[in-house]
């Protein structure tokens, strides 16, 4: 029986698939319990598997973190919410230097999820749209992932609670309703690190994730009436990230596009081209461009947001100054 899911319902369903899978697996954050969360993502759990299992907390993102850590030392495993991924800078140091070096300092493992809603497109200003994956991004002992359909929000969900490490899975916001499809049968797991081919192409690659898949896929659709073959890499996992799937799609089309949301200045941009310079640089026929967001803190208003993130446009322009050279 094939069952049709939005982005948020499939990860609640991961969730719920492996609660009831694995007793110690748990829920705890900010008005998730009876209020089903601040988008509705854990609607219904508390119902379903008790306050036991899904835990409304104080708003102290530090605290929810050490909390989980030292029920994952104890054996449990749990998953976190953040009411938005803004507020992870209140836990960084719990994070950075307790969770994320736990296992080499005294053999603890860390197996636990911190997600939440991430990204702009949605009109919420600079505090409830930002993207702070690179901050994590040199972090060893970390993982991070960031889907951009239903499919994989769910695979790789599942993936995050059985993984034996602190998992950041970052859920777009404006993917959660607009984006809905035939969830794959059976027990679906996406494993973390292995990107995927959106789109398969010749000209030109471009590598993105999260919402800017879908920009990028429709940049695609109109480059094609151009006489342009686009390929579109969808990174999924940012930590580890799939340099086999990069160096493959490089070597196949000779030129790079990358596409992500987060600001220029730092953002995993830089380090895929610091990587594909270091292995590829013999296949390229052309210089690797970036499209990503402006080094500014994102604008309230929907022109200057618009302005400030990538759009369509932006993509298309820099896939034909590529092919130009």
Known sequence: MTVERTYLEAIRDAMAEEMARDENVFIMGEDIGAFGGAFKVTDGLQAQFGESRVIDTPISEAGIVGAAAGAAHMGMRPIVELQFIDFISCAYDMLTNYVATARYRAFLPCPMVVRGPSGGYVRGGPFHSQNPEAAFLHTP?????????????????????????????????????????????????????????????????????????????????????????????????????????????????????????????????????????????????????????????????????????????????????????
């Open 141 to 325: 002992g970390l993982k991070i992932v960031y889907p951009s359909t239903a499919a994989d929000a769910k695979g790789l969900m599942k993936a995050a609670i059985r993984d034996e490490d602190c998992v950041l899975f970052f859920e777009h916001k404006y993917l959660y309703r607009r984006v809905k499809e035939v969830m794959p049968e059976g027990d679906h797991v996406v494993p973390i690190g292995k990107a995927r081919i959106a789109r398969e192409g010749t000209d030109v690659s471009i590598i993105t994730y999260a919402a800017t898949v879908w920009r990028a896929l429709e940049a695609a659709e109109q480059l094609a009436a151009e006489g342009i073959s686009v390929e579109v890499l969808d990174l999924r996992s940012l930590l580890p990230m799939d340099d086999e799937a990069i160096q493959a799609t490089v070597r196949k089309t000779n030129r790079l596009l990358i596409v992500h949301e987060d600001t220029r200045t730092g953002g995993i941009a830089g380090e895929i081209t610091a990587r594909v310079s270091e292995t590829c640089f013999e296949w390229l026929d052309a210089p690797i461009l970036r499209v990503t967001a402006a080094d500014v803190p994102l604008p309230y208003s929907p022109p200057l947001e618009d302005y400030v993130l990538p759009q369509t446009s932006d993509i298309v322009r820099a896939v034909r100054r590529l092919v130009a050279y």
